[in-house]
């Protein structure tokens, strides 16, 4: 809706000139407006996104590899930890198998690795990184079974800082040279997904 302003009164006369002047938007957020991600040369992601919003994408990007490597996807009703659950339906083979694995899901924008100690009270829990999830040209993708993470923070000496001992987790949010040794046996690509499930 417009609102009519007088924008200028003319001595000796009547006469007044009216402009429209349109209001912001009502409602929330009205007060201030987002703005655009700036745009980059290299074409990187914008810069507005949020949390939820890295998880939805990241959730995404993981159903497509794993859709594309002959998996099935089930994505739970309620969030209680498990993010995804990949599972093998081959009924109608010969030798039919069903097989399911839950996964745990970190998407980030910029690398990082953890590991949490409640996940160990999940059996057959597969722990899925995503690295870049706003430019899925240069997507990494790691999947961990528990006992694999366990293991890497081990050899990190993880477990023996009082962050292990207090928060029962432990963040490397620069992964460092060594560390990214020690996940690149974990890197997944195509046909790699199945065959990790599979276990």
């Given amino acids: ?22 209001p912001p938007p009502l409602g929330r ?18 810069t507005q996104l949020d949390g939820q919003q890295i998880g939805l994408i990241g ?3 993981l159903v497509v590899e794993l859709v594309r490597d002959g998996l099935e996807v089930a994505i739970p009703v309620r969030d209680r930890g498990i993010d995804l659950i990949a599972y093998v339906d081959a009924l109608d083979e010969p030798d039919a198998i069903f097989v399911a694995r839950p996964i745990q899901l970190k998407a980030r924008i910029e690398p990082a690795f953890e590991v949490w100690q409640k996940w160990g ?12 999830v706003g430019m899925p040209a240069v997507l990494v993708a ?8 366990l293991e890497i ?14 928060k029962l987790h432990y963040r490397m949010n620069t992964p460092s ?3 990214r040794e020690l996940l690149e ?9 199945r065959a990790k499930v599979l276990g």
């Avoid at 009270?121 to 870049?132: A, M, T």
């Avoid at 790691?142 to 993470?149: I, K, Q, W």
């Avoid at 923070?153 to 207090?166: D, E, H, L, N």
């Fill in 59 to 61: 959730r995404n990007l």
């Fill in 29 to 46: 957020g009205a007060a201030r407006s987002r703005p655009e991600a700036p745009s980059t040369s290299t074409g990187g992601p914008p």
């Fill in 153 to 166: 923070a081990q050899t990190m000496g993880w477990i023996k800082t009082p962050t292990w001992a207090t």
């Fill in 142 to 149: 790691y999947c961990l079974t528990y006992p694999e993470a």
């Fill in 1 to 22: 809706m417009s609102i009519m302003r007088p924008s200028a009164v003319m001595v000796g006369g009547p006469k007044i000139e009216w402009v429209a002047e349109v």
């Fill in 185 to 193: 046996p974990h890197r997944m690509g195509p046909g790699k997904w």
């Fill in 121 to 132: 009270r999940l059996p057959g829990l597969l722990v899925v990184y995503l690295w870049h």
């Fill in 177 to 179: 040279a060594r560390l």
